[in-house]
C-alpha cells in the first residue's frame, strides 16, 4: 500500500515535532512512506538517513502566492502530481478542505485527516490524538532525528574530551523571540570563567549579525559558527554536544530530536506547545509568567532572569 503524509506547516520546528506521528504511521504499515512538505521544513537534509520515509514530495506555496501550488491553477497542478503517485491512503495533518478535495480528486480512496475548519490548537495535542485514534495505539510524543552513526563517530574525534561543547541557539524567526545576544555573550563569557568550553552558534545566513557580534568578541577564539554549513552537516556536530542552550528555534527541536539536553529560552511562545513534548527540553520563562501563561504574545525577551540561565546551565552541564 502506497501512503502519503501532508505536513503543510512551515519551518524545522514543526517538522521535528510531527516525526513521532510519522513514524508511528510508516511503521503501521511495515513499510516507508511518503511525505508532502514545503521545502523550509528542511525535510531533505533533516530526514536523509531515516528509513521511514521514501520520498519527500514538496509543497510549492508560499506567503507571495505565487507558488506553483497556489491558487486555482496551483489547486490543479498539485491533484496532477499526487495522481500521478497513485497513493492508496492519505494522512493530512490540516483541517483546510483544500487538501481533502485534492486528495479525493486526485483518486485517493482512503482519507484520514484533522477535522474541516478546526481553530488553532497546540499541535502536539491535535496530532497526538488524531494519530492515536486513527492507529489505535498509544503514541509517545519524544521525536527521533534518525544518524548514520558513522556521521557521528567522524566528528566525535575532533572533540576535545575536556571541554564542553555548547550548541548556542542564538537565532529565532523573529526579534522578539530571542534574548538579547549581549546575555548570551555574557553566559558564555561566564561558562568559560567556570570550565573549558567551545560554542556552536547555530544559526543561518540571516544571523549573520548575531553570529558576528560573538565571533568578533572576547569569546570569539571558542566559538564556531553554522552560518556557511548545510542543516545535515550541522546533525553530527549537534549531536556531538553536551548541552543546547538557546531561543526556541528549530535548532532547539532539531536538538532534542538528537537526544542533546536542552534549555530553552521563552520569551515569546507558549511552552504548553513547543517545550513539553520532549523529555530533553528543560525551560525558562519570563518573570511573573509560568509554562502556561506564555503565548506567542509573551513578549517577555527583557525579563529573563540571568542567574536562573546560569545556573540551570551549570546544573545541566554538571
Not at 111 to 118: A, D, E, G, H, M
Not at 133 to 155: A, D, G, H, S
Not at 247 to 264: E, P, Y
Request: charged share 25%.
Amino acid at each position: 500500500m502506497k501512503v502519503l503524509v501532508i505536513q503543510p506547516k512551515i519551518g524545522m520546528g514543526d517538522m521535528i515535532i510531527y516525526l513521532p506521528y510519522i513514524h508511528e504511521i510508516s511503521k503501521s504499515y511495515k513499510n516507508s512512506i511518503s511525505i508532502l512538505v514545503k521545502e523550509n521544513s528542511r525535510a531533505k537534509d533533516l530526514l536523509e538517513d531515516d528509513s521511514h520515509i521514501d520520498e519527500i514530495i514538496f509543497l510549492d506555496r508560499k506567503k507571495s502566492k505565487l507558488g506553483s501550488h497556489d491558487g486555482i491553477q496551483g489547486f490543479f497542478n498539485l491533484i496532477k502530481l499526487i495522481k500521478s503517485k497513485k497513493f492508496d491512503k492519505v494522512y493530512i495533518f490540516n483541517s483546510s478542505i483544500r487538501y481533502y478535495l485534492i486528495c479525493k480528486l486526485s483518486g485517493i480512496k482512503n482519507i484520514s485527516q484533522y477535522p474541516f475548519f478546526r481553530s488553532k490548537d497546540n499541535i502536539v495535542n491535535s496530532a497526538k490524538i488524531f494519530t492515536e485514534n486513527e492507529l489505535n495505539k498509544i503514541i509517545f510524543t519524544q521525536p527521533i532525528l534518525y544518524l548514520k552513526e558513522k556521521k557521528v563517530n567522524e566528528l566525535k574525534t575532533s572533540f576535545d574530551k575536556n571541554m564542553k561543547h555548547i550548541c548556542l541557539g542564538i537565532s529565532a524567526s523573529g526579534p522578539t523571540k530571542r534574548w538579547d545576544i549581549k546575555n548570551y555573550l555574557s553566559l558564555c563569557e561566564k561558562i568559560l570563567s567556570l570550565m573549558p568550553c567551545r560554542f556552536y552558534l547555530a544559526g543561518g545566513k540571516n544571523d549573520s549579525e548575531l553570529i558576528n557580534n560573538f565571533l568578533k568578541s572576547k569569546v570569539g577564539s571558542y566559538c564556531t559558527s553554522f552560518e556557511k554549513l548545510a542543516i545535515k552537516e550541522t546533525l553530527p556536530i549537534i549531536k556531538n554536544c553536551d548541552l543546547y542552550i538557546g531561543n526556541d528555534t528549530g535548532w532547539l527541536h532539531i536538538s532534542s530530536a538528537l537526544g542533546i539536553k536542552c534549555l530553552a529560552i521563552f520569551v515569546d511562545s507558549p511552552v504548553l506547545a513547543y517545550g513539553k513534548y520532549s523529555k530533553y527540553i528543560e525551560t525558562i520563562v519570563p518573570e511573573g509568567e509560568t509554562e502556561e501563561s506564555t503565548t506567542h504574545d509573551t513578549l517577555g525577551k527583557d525579563n529573563i532572569s540571568f542567574e536562573k540561565v546560569l545556573k540551570k546551565t551549570i546544573n545541566l552541564l554538571s
